[in-house]
């Protein structure tokens, strides 16, 4: 955003419509894989088996395990396609973009703190790929462990400790949730801080 | 960014994000609903991905020592049925040459084969098994198969029902199973005959087995767990 940083009161410059779109698209797709990922998670919860508790209604997706069934893997091939866009582009403008970006760090300050905070928020971004990548990952060696048991089989490594390979990728799987939730959260609080509510309605739809 | 912004526009904004919230939950209802038309819609081409990736040789099965027996669990929907060993027979018919009622001396007549296996949940647990008893396509060579059948329907003593596609059936490692970790399969596990492969969800593996009727195609009765909205390859 150089040009708005220069005259405050000009008009809110959206991404283009294709940015905007492809930013919500990802944010729906994750909360429809998330919600529907704790529906299959009350059939049989990851921490206590039969007796655990259950996570409410209100986070979950689909209404019974079949629903929330049809919603995951309904919706897994979008998600697998729009990660790997993401990271397509990602690998194609990290250049172009950091370039700009520093350009306006330089422009508003003297201390370094923006530059500190846009490195912070790249950081934020590639950990979000790889926990969703992670997310990928461990959810394909549950869809298909006999098929692909090859990529079941690094998760036995705890096995001498008395955790079954398929409990240690059931919590992996599940440990993404808490994991995107803080990036997304420090996502949130940086983009805020860099651009407000200016920059948030500019990647609105 | 110094910048401050519209105050109108911010006002409005907030506004749309707090009034968002509950039409979110709202939404998040109602799409409970919607949850069948993605399946509807996904799920003929997930199964047929499925089909694909199954390969027709044997898979990599566990060591004996990884059998964790209290890990399995039951699940019946209709409670255990009470089957005398020496009345059981097992009917093969439908699309096949030499229609077979076999009793259980048949059974362990044929080769005898054991799996030790991954059996999976559909609610998510699972527990590594040893399952033994004679190949599912044993039996059904017995019967000799017509090149019309397609599909194998699979009739249980509690009328628990289902369907498979004829090449799972055929799977190597697809067992009539007799057998559970070294002993005869308990009476809550499926006893005298049950199915047990590493390549099918839990519901697939219909317990206390007494009928196997080829099919050129599926039926409306496609399985108990199908009929209600669970995928019916379910391969894993
Ligand atoms: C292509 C991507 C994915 C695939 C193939 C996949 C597959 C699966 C499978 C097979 C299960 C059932 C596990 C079980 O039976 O216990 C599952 C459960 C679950 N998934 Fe995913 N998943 C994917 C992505 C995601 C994402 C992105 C999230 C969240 C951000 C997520 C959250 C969950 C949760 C919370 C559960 C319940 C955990 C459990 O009960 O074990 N999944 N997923």
């Known amino acids: 955003m150089p ?6 009161m000009a008009p809110i410059r959206y991404a283009p419509l294709w940015t905007r779109a492809f930013h919500s698209f990802n944010l729906l797709v994750i909360l429809l894989m998330a919600a529907s990922g704790l529906q299959i998670y009350n059939a049989n919860p990851v921490f206590g088996g039969r007796g655990g508790a259950t996570v409410p209604e209100l986070f979950t997706l689909g209404g019974w395990l079949a629903g929330g069934r049809d919603w995951h893997f309904g919706v897994m091939g979008l998600y697998a396609a729009n990660l790997g866009v993401w990271i397509g582009l990602l690998i194609r403008q990290r250049h172009q973009r950091l370039a700009a970006m520093g350009d306006l760090g330089t422009l508003r300050a003297s201390s370094n703190t923006p530059k500190r905070r846009l490195a912070v928020h790249r950081l934020v971004y590639t950990l979000m790929l790889i926990v969703l990548g992670f997310s ?6 549950m869809y298909k462990p006999a098929q692909f048991w090859w990529l079941v089989a690094p998760f036995s490594f705890a ?17 993404t949730i808490p994991a995107i939730a803080l990036l997304l959260g ?13 920059l948030w309605r500019s990647m609105a739809v | ?26 939404g998040g209802c109602a799409l409970n609903g919607v949850g069948e038309a993605v399946g509807t819609v996904t799920q003929p081409l997930n199964e047929r991905i499925e089909a694909l990736l199954q390969g027709k040789g044997k898979l990599p099965e566990f060591r004996p020592s990884q059998v964790d027996p209290a890990a399995l669990l039951i699940n019946s929907f209709n409670g255990t049925p009470e089957i005398d060993p020496g009345g059981y027979r097992l009917a093969v018919a439908g699309l096949v040459s030499r229609p077979q009622r076999l009793d259980l001396t048949a059974l362990a007549a044929l080769p005898q084969h054991q799996c030790v ?22 039996v059904l060579a017995l019967a000799g198969l017509s090149p019309l059948a397609g599909y194998v329907f699979i009739e249980s003593a509690d009328q628990y029902y289902e369907s ?12 009539l199973a007799t057998h559970m970790n070294g002993a005869p399969l308990p009476a809550a596990n499926g006893a005298p005959v049950r199915l047990a492969t590493p390549i099918k969800l839990g519901y697939k593996l219909s317990k206390w087995v007494t009928g ?4 050129a195609t599926l039926g409306d009765r496609r399985g108990y767990w199908e009929d209600q909205g669970y995928e019916w390859f379910a391969g894993l």
């Open chain 1, 3 to 8: 040009a708005s940083t220069k005259r405050p």
């Open chain 1, 136 to 141: 990928l990952i461990t959810g394909l060696a």
């Open chain 1, 159 to 175: 096995e001498a400790a008395g955790h079954d390979s398929w409990q240690v990728l059931r919590v992996c799987h599940l440990a």
């Open chain 1, 186 to 198: 420090a996502h949130v609080v940086l983009s805020w801080r860099v651009g407000g509510l200016r």
């Open chain 2, 1 to 26: 960014m110094a910048t401050p912004a519209d105050p109108l526009s911010r006002r409005r904004s907030l506004g749309l994000l707090l009034g968002g919230a509950p039409a979110l939950l709202l």
């Open chain 2, 117 to 138: 296996i991954r059996h999976v949940c559909v609610e998510g647990w699972s527990a590594v098994v040893a399952w033994s008893g004679p190949r599912l396509a044993d």
């Open chain 2, 164 to 175: 498979w596609d004829l090449a799972s059936a055929l799977h190597p490692q697809t067992l």
């Open chain 2, 212 to 215: 196997l009727k080829l099919m």
